[in-house]
């Protein structure tokens, strides 16, 4: 393998795709040679264009829909799928046909994310895809457009960071660096979406962020993308004359962003023609789904525009060959957005839930409350002592503080194009600091919000080579492994489990945990069941601590897994005695080992797509 001359970050976002790199040999320390890939692809049958964003979306035409040659690239003349800008205005008029929204299905463990399932409401006859599948084919697309513009340094020899939601846990994180390496990342890691926008504001600062942030600082990421809304905290310390930024927290993983947004607004546009007297069908409401996606993305990249038209196909027998009309306008669009997702809300306000029906269509799990600025809350309150006992960090929680006081705020994601959703943030964050007498934070200008976790992955990609400014953080959360008590069979009544931490808050990417010597019961040979939990406010815990018993708000379970471990030669569930030994890969994805006490063996469990195990033995 030759030796790397770029590092490369890729957004694999939920409605853009985004290709950044960082030329290694000609840039020096924060100052760096940073450039964004022009993207071919088609944007019309026959006709490939070269931009600045890949949409991300794929289109699976009929086998008559398109001629011979509308499907070509550069690259590739048997491909019979379309890859963004034409994908995406092609499902709009059809969305049966349309993938969509991959991301957001790449992270519910309530479905087999290798299983061919996209469109989600596809009829029989349409072919599907797997949310892996759809993620591959976005960032093989990114690879040929690569190696088409750079021949002489092939995508596969460069230093490539993939980017990822904060809020990912480890069976979705597995899953994108299975995409990543199956499309030739072959040198891959991943990267939280928040901290790579924060690598762009300090790249672009060009070392001037020293100027703008000082120790005792927390610095606020709001992230609020096509599919999820990301919250994260980084700590501006002083260690030997030296800034140093740490992570300190991330947010749940919450799935509200511009997927809710541009339902609500076609309900809104809906709502405006059964005034009129028109009714708009269910499969109506799909496509006008995706135009009012294009008609917002419109509305918040060219501030001049006040409307955008909008039509919807009609199969009516008195709109034969016609289409319904309307329009979406700045006014709803401010309205909608602003209302729905950022209202007004007090730090004592949480999320609200609200009553479920009993059987519901399978679907992607999304947020309950729309509301942006109440999970925000919630978020911060969580977070009151998540520096208390950060080393250097010289800032002090006031007496009686409810929440983590911010005192700047970076935002990030293509919801805040528009000024007035990120004034209404910041706003309603400087209420909060303002009841509890805390100064007003203040805004961090951030870069290009398109292309600002592409362009951070880059230059992430270069300061890991000892170059530049790293934020520190490792694992953002602690995670644990149940362990099964050992009990007479009582009617009723299941083994009460422990949590043995195998991974603390912090652990750092490409470390082992060799857990104490203490060992366990492992079962081998019969189907078995791995329970993992994860907590982001539990902080003192180390590897080997063994909880008994924990409040419910301090440890969230993540995704079962359920394996037969290979017996090798021994009895089918057989009991071998093992120690445990876990280790954070680069990538970010967690990995358990047992090692039998008496001999060779050794059996891995990984997180895979599935939430099932991936389990070796070696």
């Given at each position: 393998?030759s030796?790397?001359?770029?590092?490369?970050?890729?957004?694999?976002?939920?409605?853009?795709?985004?290709?950044?790199?960082?030329?290694?040999?000609?840039s020096?320390?924060?100052?760096?040679a940073q450039?964004?890939?022009?993207?071919?692809q088609?944007?019309?049958?026959a006709?490939v264009?070269?931009?600045?964003l890949?949409p991300?979306f794929?289109?699976?035409?009929?086998?008559?829909?398109?001629?011979?040659?509308?499907?070509?690239?550069?690259?590739?003349?048997?491909?019979d799928?379309?890859?963004?800008?034409?994908?995406?205005?092609?499902?709009a008029?059809t969305?049966i046909?349309?993938?969509?929204?991959?991301?957001?299905?790449?992270?519910?463990?309530?479905?087999?994310?290798?299983?061919?399932?996209?469109?989600?409401?596809?009829?029989?006859?349409?072919?599907r895809?797997s949310?892996?599948?759809?993620?591959?084919?976005?960032?093989?697309?990114?690879?040929?457009?690569?190696?088409h513009?750079?021949?002489?340094a092939p995508?596969?020899d460069?230093e490539?960071?993939?980017?990822?939601?904060?809020s990912f846990?480890?069976?979705?994180?597995?899953?994108?660096?299975?995409?990543?390496?199956?499309?030739?990342?072959?040198?891959?890691?991943?990267?939280?979406?928040?901290?790579?926008?924060?690598y762009s504001?300090?790249q672009k600062?060009?070392?001037?962020?020293r100027?703008?942030?000082?120790?005792?600082?927390?610095?606020l990421?709001?992230?609020?993308?096509?599919?999820?809304?990301?919250?994260?905290?980084?700590?501006?310390?002083?260690?030997?004359?030296?800034l140093?930024?740490h992570r300190v927290a991330?947010g749940?993983?919450?799935?509200?962003g511009?997927?809710?947004?541009?339902?609500a607004?076609?309900?809104?546009?809906?709502?405006?023609?059964?005034?009129?007297?028109?009714?708009?069908?269910q499969?109506?409401?799909?496509?006008?789904?995706?135009?009012c996606?294009?008609?917002?993305?419109?509305?918040l990249?060219?501030?001049?525009?006040?409307d955008v038209?909008?039509?919807?196909?009609?199969?009516g027998?008195?709109?034969?060959?016609?289409?319904?009309?309307?329009?979406?306008?700045?006014?709803e669009?401010?309205?909608?957005?602003?209302?729905?997702?950022f209202?007004?809300?007090?730090?004592?306000?949480r999320?609200?839930?609200?009553g479920r029906a009993?059987?519901t269509?399978l679907?992607?799990p999304?947020?309950?409350?729309?509301?942006v600025?109440?999970?925000?809350?919630?978020?911060?309150?969580?977070?009151?002592?998540?520096?208390?006992?950060?080393?250097?960090?010289?800032?002090?929680?006031?007496?009686?503080?409810t929440?983590l006081?911010?005192?700047?705020?970076l935002?990030?994601?293509?919801?805040?194009k528009?000024?007035?959703l990120?004034?209404?943030?910041?706003?309603?964050?400087?209420?909060?600091?303002?009841?509890?007498?805390?100064?007003?934070a203040?805004?961090?200008?951030?870069a290009d919000l398109?292309?600002?976790?592409?362009?951070?992955g880059?230059y992430?990609?270069?300061?890991?080579r000892?170059?530049?400014?790293?934020?520190?953080?490792?694992?953002?959360?602690?995670?644990?492994?149940?362990?099964?008590?050992?009990?007479?069979?009582v009617?009723?009544?299941?083994?009460?489990?422990?949590?043995l931490?195998l991974?603390p808050?912090?652990?750092?990417?490409?470390s082992?945990?060799?857990?104490?010597?203490?060992?366990?019961g492992?079962?081998?040979?019969?189907?078995?069941?791995?329970?993992f939990?994860?907590s982001?406010?539990r902080r003192?815990?180390q590897?080997?601590?063994?909880?008994?018993?924990?409040?419910?708000?301090e440890?969230?379970?993540l995704?079962?897994i359920?394996?037969?471990l290979?017996?090798?030669?021994?009895?089918?569930?057989?009991?071998?005695?093992?120690?445990?030994?876990?280790?954070?890969?680069?990538?970010?994805?967690?990995e358990?080992?047992?090692?039998?006490?008496?001999g060779p063996?050794?059996?891995?469990v990984?997180?895979d797509?599935r939430?099932?195990?991936?389990?070796?033995?070696?």
């Amino acid at each position: 393998m030759s030796e790397a001359r770029f590092a490369i970050g890729i957004d694999l976002g939920t409605t853009h795709c985004a290709l950044s790199w960082v030329d290694i040999g000609g840039s020096d320390g924060e100052q760096v040679a940073q450039g964004v890939l022009p993207i071919p692809q088609l944007t019309a049958p026959a006709s490939v264009e070269a931009l600045g964003l890949l949409p991300s979306f794929i289109y699976l035409p009929h086998a008559s829909e398109l001629a011979a040659g509308d499907l070509n690239l550069p690259w590739t003349a048997e491909q019979d799928y379309a890859v963004g800008e034409m994908a995406r205005r092609l499902g709009a008029a059809t969305p049966i046909r349309l993938v969509a929204s991959a991301k957001s299905w790449l992270c519910h463990a309530g479905v087999d994310r290798r299983a061919a399932i996209l469109p989600s409401d596809a009829p029989p006859e349409v072919a599907r895809l797997s949310p892996l599948e759809a993620s591959l084919r976005y960032l093989s697309h990114l690879r040929n457009a690569w190696d088409h513009a750079h021949p002489d340094a092939p995508f596969v020899d460069q230093e490539i960071v993939v980017t990822i939601p904060a809020s990912f846990d480890p069976a979705a994180r597995e899953l994108t660096a299975e995409a990543a390496r199956s499309a030739g990342c072959e040198q891959m890691i991943l990267l939280e979406e928040p901290q790579a926008a924060l690598y762009s504001w300090i790249q672009k600062s060009a070392g001037g962020w020293r100027k703008q942030v000082q120790p005792g600082e927390i610095i606020l990421v709001v992230d609020v993308g096509g599919g999820t809304s990301d919250f994260s905290l980084i700590a501006v310390l002083e260690r030997d004359g030296v800034l140093e930024l740490h992570r300190v927290a991330v947010g749940e993983h919450i799935l509200l962003g511009g997927d809710n947004m541009d339902l609500a607004l076609a309900f809104a546009v809906a709502s405006k023609l059964g005034a009129q007297g028109i009714k708009v069908e269910q499969w109506q409401l799909r496509a006008l789904t995706h135009s009012c996606r294009a008609a917002k993305e419109t509305l918040l990249n060219e501030p001049e525009v006040s409307d955008v038209p909008l039509l919807i196909a009609s199969r009516g027998a008195r709109l034969i060959g016609g289409s319904l009309r309307s329009e979406l306008t700045r006014d709803e669009l401010t309205r909608t957005l602003l209302e729905g997702f950022f209202p007004p809300a007090a730090i004592a306000d949480r999320p609200q839930g609200r009553g479920r029906a009993g059987l519901t269509q399978l679907g992607l799990p999304y947020a309950q409350d729309a509301a942006v600025t109440r999970h925000l809350a919630a978020f911060l309150a969580r977070q009151v002592a998540a520096t208390a006992d950060l080393e250097g960090f010289s800032g002090a929680r006031p007496d009686g503080a409810t929440f983590l006081h911010p005192t700047a705020v970076l935002f990030n994601g293509g919801v805040f194009k528009s000024e007035l959703l990120a004034e209404r943030t910041l706003a309603t964050i400087n209420s909060w600091l303002a009841a509890e007498g805390a100064p007003a934070a203040r805004r961090l200008e951030g870069a290009d919000l398109d292309l600002a976790v592409a362009r951070g992955g880059a230059y992430y990609a270069y300061v890991r080579r000892g170059q530049g400014v790293r934020i520190r953080g490792g694992t953002a959360r602690s995670y644990y492994v149940a362990i099964e008590s050992v009990m007479p069979a009582v009617p009723g009544m299941q083994p009460p489990v422990q949590a043995l931490c195998l991974a603390p808050f912090g652990m750092e990417e490409g470390s082992d945990a060799a857990l104490p010597a203490q060992e366990f019961g492992l079962v081998v040979g019969e189907q078995v069941r791995f329970r993992f939990f994860g907590s982001s406010v539990r902080r003192h815990d180390q590897v080997g601590t063994l909880l008994d018993d924990w409040p419910p708000d301090e440890l969230q379970e993540l995704d079962e897994i359920q394996t037969t471990l290979p017996a090798e030669g021994r009895a089918a569930g057989e009991v071998v005695r093992v120690r445990l030994h876990a280790r954070v890969t680069e990538a970010g994805t967690l990995e358990l080992e047992a090692l039998p006490h008496d001999g060779p063996e050794r059996w891995k469990v990984e997180f895979d797509a599935r939430g099932n195990a991936a389990d070796r033995a070696a």
